[in-house]
């Protein structure tokens, strides 16, 4: 490809809404154009690099044994109707009517059209196991789009789907798809990830998301440095402190904090640890009649360490809470505590309610609450000698650095990553909700067992960015790059020398396979340089008058500070080699 037929539209500031770096490079190397909120089209630049992760996405694909198909972006409600997902799925789901007042939706994933295809054309276990894939536009109504294709409304994903006749099988569809990723990250050349991650309420262990780790990551994602053990923050287990608890040495008694609402400032006033005191998280949960009114509602005390956050996915998975839970009214705090929130606690409640202790705060003694009334806290409490026992202890919290990681091999870190991709073991949630069966061997029928399979395709350039970038702008791995070597001639409109050895190289790198621009637009050295910096081609080769007068041209990789001089006939084997062609 040579400049002056492509299409290079580079800017020297970045858009006033662009928040991020990958947002902001984007816009400024021509890749992307904001059309509406979360919405962009692809310019021929960022195109180029869309297809290469598209091409590496399709050949590991296929390499695992998925077959490619398409599905419509605009599909029939009814569908969705069947699981249930047309109403629960929210806002977020875009629902259309067509002139006909028929429903549709514009797809966000497509679970749904792949279940009913499968029980349309697989009948028999014979036809067992089966695993399709396609690479299409989806759109999912983000309320607050951000962050230019990190966040965006219309996107384009890889999406997969496999098919068994059973669990067994269908857990080694998952490591098949779950390996075929590990290629495809490994192809990408980027620091990432694999980390467990939580499978909601489907339940199981079978979900792992893949991360691209950089600093502007919106999740956390836990490891270890002495293991393999990585989760996200979600999943990673805080695991019980080792030994007995202390006994008690303080007698419990009532301080007076005045102002002091929270539990660093109560540490502050009383000069202790932040992690002696105790904070009380109060929820409730409701019943419903088939009318859909509550019937009965309960109020359900959390009781954590002051210096930890609850894991809402974690208590999530506590009994009598695992049916959904919100946070308790002002009227339901104060019927059970006689008290406003910030000076609330365990002991002297007015009403009996539902107590759940975090692990920490099971073995803890001397510690400190509030004392159910304003500018109070108790000092001094121990279980056993001042309340009972507890009965429910659960982890309900996020792990912090340093931390015991869960499989006994050392102390958790925490780093911050960008999720493209997720691999998820899904059972029969889908092939049950719309009666999808085949024939199994005893001639019965049975539903299939699914997993289902993303990587956000344009989310995944943006995170490279996120990771690959400097103050002169993106620096792509030689596997994303738009195009992996540019020729930069120095006056080529003025040298006949100079344009004839830059159309030699162009010509002779073409031959040789390389991704190869030929700056041919006459432009100054220094912007020409600025642009390709901008854009990120990690490979640059210069062609000037007096280098070739002594047989030379410069070599240098976006990443180095300076070029090397290379002999005019050795450079498509210098290339050759970084590239590995």
């Known amino acids: 490809m040579k400049a002056s037929q492509f299409l290079i539209s580079t800017l020297k500031e970045a858009p006033a809404d662009a928040e991020v770096v990958s947002h902001q490079l984007m816009t400024r190397a021509g890749m992307v154009k904001k059309l509406g909120a979360g919405i962009y089209s692809y310019m021929p630049m960022g195109l180029r690099v869309i297809h290469k992760v598209e091409a590496i996405v399709r050949e590991e694909m296929n390499r695992a044994g998925s077959v490619e198909l398409t599905m419509p972006v605009i599909q029939p409600a009814e569908f969705w109707q069947e699981t249930g997902r047309f109403e629960k799925m929210g806002a977020e789901l875009l629902r259309i009517k067509d002139r006909h007042d028929r429903d549709f939706v514009v797809q966000p994933t497509s679970e749904e059209v792949v279940t009913d295809i499968a029980r349309q054309d697989f009948r028999s276990y014979k036809q067992l196991p089966k695993n399709l894939y396609q690479i299409q536009t989806k759109f999912r109504d983000e309320r607050r789009p951000r962050f230019g294709l990190m966040r965006g409304r219309e996107f384009i994903m890889k999406d997969a789907y496999s098919f068994d006749r059973d669990e067994a099988a269908a857990k080694t569809s998952y490591q098949v798809m779950a390996e075929a990723y590990r290629r495809i990250?490994?192809?990408?050349?980027?620091?990432?990830?694999?980390?467990a991650a939580d499978s909601g309420a489907i339940g199981g262990d079978l979900?792992?998301?893949?991360?691209?780790?950089?600093?502007?990551?919106?999740?956390?994602?836990?490891?270890?440095?002495?293991?393999?053990?990585?989760?996200?923050?979600?999943?990673?287990?805080?695991?019980?402190?080792?030994?007995?608890?202390?006994?008690?040495?303080?007698?419990?008694?009532?301080?007076?904090?005045?102002?002091?609402?929270?539990?660093?400032?109560?540490?502050?006033?009383?000069?202790?640890?932040?992690?002696?005191?105790?904070?009380?998280?109060?929820?409730?949960?409701?019943?419903?009649?088939?009318?859909?009114?509550?019937?009965?509602?309960?109020?359900?005390?959390?009781?954590?360490?002051?210096?930890?956050?609850?894991?809402?996915?974690?208590?999530?998975?506590?009994?009598?809470?695992?049916?959904?839970?919100?946070?308790?009214?002002?009227a339901e705090i104060d019927a059970h505590f006689g008290c406003k929130p910030g000076y609330l606690g365990p002991i002297g409640l007015k009403k009996p309610l539902n107590l759940v202790v975090d692990r920490d705060v099971a073995v803890m003694a001397d510690w400190i609450c509030g004392a159910n009334e304003a500018d109070f806290h108790m000092t001094g409490v121990n279980w056993g000698r001042d309340l009972p026992e507890p009965a429910l202890v659960a982890d309900l919290r996020n792990v912090v650095e340093g931390d015991a990681s869960p499989d006994g091999k050392g102390r958790l870190a925490i780093e911050r990553g960008i999720e493209v991709g997720h691999v998820f073991y899904l059972g029969t949630k889908y092939s049950k909700a719309m009666n999808a069966t085949f024939l199994g061997e005893d001639g019965k029928p049975a539903h299939f067992e699914m997993g289902c399979y993303g990587i956000g395709i344009t989310r995944l350039p943006a995170a490279a960015i996120e990771q690959n970038h400097d103050e002169r702008g993106i620096i792509w791995p030689d596997a994303l790059a738009p195009f992996t070597v540019v020729v930069c001639p120095i006056g080529m409109d003025r040298s006949p020398e100079v344009k004839a050895a830059a159309e030699r190289l162009y010509s002779e790198l073409l031959a040789a396979g390389l991704d190869v621009i030929?700056?041919?637009?006459?432009?100054?050295?220094?912007?020409?340089?600025?642009?390709?910096?901008?854009?990120?081609?990690?490979?640059?080769?210069?062609?000037g008058d007096r280098g070739l007068a002594a047989g030379q041209v410069e070599y240098q990789h976006r990443r180095h500070t300076a070029a090397t001089q290379v002999a005019v006939g050795e450079v498509v084997a210098l290339l050759k080699g970084k590239l590995k062609t």
């Open 207 to 330: 979900s792992e998301e893949f991360q691209v780790i950089a600093a502007t990551g919106e999740d956390a994602i836990v490891y270890c440095p002495e293991s393999d053990y990585a989760a996200n923050m979600e999943k990673a287990e805080a695991l019980a402190p080792a030994g007995p608890r202390p006994g008690a040495t303080n007698p419990m008694v009532k301080t007076p904090t005045p102002g002091k609402s929270t539990c660093a400032d109560v540490a502050a006033l009383l000069g202790v640890p932040l992690a002696t005191t105790v904070k009380s998280l109060v929820l409730a949960t409701d019943e419903f009649n088939e009318a859909g009114e509550i019937v009965k509602s309960q109020v359900w005390l959390l009781l954590l360490r002051g210096d930890h956050d609850m894991n809402e996915v974690k208590v999530a998975k506590v009994p009598g809470l695992n049916a959904g839970f919100r946070f308790a009214t002002g």
């Open 518 to 543: 030929l700056d041919d637009r006459g432009e100054r050295p220094g912007a020409m340089f600025a642009d390709w910096e901008l854009i990120g081609v990690p490979h640059r080769v210069t062609i």
């Open 185 to 195: 990250f490994d192809r990408f050349g980027l620091r990432y990830r694999a980390v």
